[in-house]
Nanobody
Framework: QVQLVESGGELVQAGGSLRLSCAAS????????MAWFRQAPGKERAFVAA????????DYADSVKGRFTISRDNAKNTVYLQMNSLKPEDTALYYC????????????????WGQGTQVTVSS
C-alpha cells in the first residue's frame, strides 16, 4: 500500500523560506509522478508543482515559478518542496500526491494522497 507522509509545514513570516518533505513508501516509484497541491480555506485544491521520479522533469504553477523548487532524493524515497520568498497568499494546507505516468495538473488525476501539512505565512 502506498503511503505518503508530509512534514515541514509551520508558521513563517512573509519573505521567509520553508522546505516541505514527502516520504513515500509502499512501491517502486520510478514510473510515477510526485506532486504538491495546496488548499486554502474556502478554495479548491490547486496544483503547485510536480516531478517525474525517473527523469526529474518538473512543472510548476505560474503563481510559484521562480520561488518554489520541487526535487527528489531517490535513496530516501522523499520528495521536497523548497519554498522561498513566501507570501501570505501561500498560506494553505499542502498535500503530497502521486500517480503512475506523466505529469498532470488536475488533482483528480492523482490516486495517492498524504494527510497534508499546514503552511501559514504571516504578513
Amino acid at each position: 500500500q502506498v503511503q505518503l507522509v508530509e512534514s515541514g509545514g509551520e508558521l513563517v513570516q512573509a519573505g521567509g523560506s520553508l522546505r516541505l518533505s514527502c516520504a513515500a513508501s509502499g512501491r517502486t516509484f520510478s514510473s510515477y509522478t510526485m506532486a504538491w497541491f495546496r488548499q486554502a480555506p474556502g478554495k479548491e485544491r490547486a496544483f503547485v508543482a510536480a516531478i517525474r521520479w525517473s527523469s526529474g522533469t518538473t512543472d510548476y504553477a505560474d503563481s510559484v515559478k521562480g520561488r518554489f523548487t520541487i526535487s527528489r532524493d531517490n535513496a530516501k524515497n522523499t520528495v521536497y518542496l523548497q519554498m522561498n520568498s513566501l507570501k501570505p497568499e501561500d498560506t494553505a494546507l499542502y498535500y503530497c500526491a502521486s500517480k503512475w505516468g506523466p505529469i498532470v495538473v488536475e488533482s483528480s488525476g492523482y490516486r495517492y494522497w498524504g494527510q497534508g501539512t499546514q503552511v501559514t505565512v504571516s504578513s
